[in-house]
């Protein structure tokens, strides 16, 4: 398993939610809601990636991103090894 980088930039509609924000391997930003439970140390827990190229990794998100995405693509230096 691995795990995203994530930056926190808000609240969610629920006290138990936080929003967070992913940075994608074109430099934009894609926002989701996620329970704060699932936050780690700046990260988020996601499955393996689904594709590798040119040092970028395309990931599935636990959640549905603001804009409408499932998955994005991050730069290998997004994603860290989960124990």
Known sequence: MYRVKVRTVGVGQHPSEAVVSVN???????????????????????????????????IELPRETMRGSWRVWVRENELESAA
């Open 24 to 58: 994608t391997a074109d430099g934009r930003q894609e926002e989701l809601i996620v329970d704060k439970r699932s936050l780690e140390g700046g990260s988020l827990r996601i499955g393996y990636p689904l594709k590798k190229q040119d040092g970028q990794f395309l």
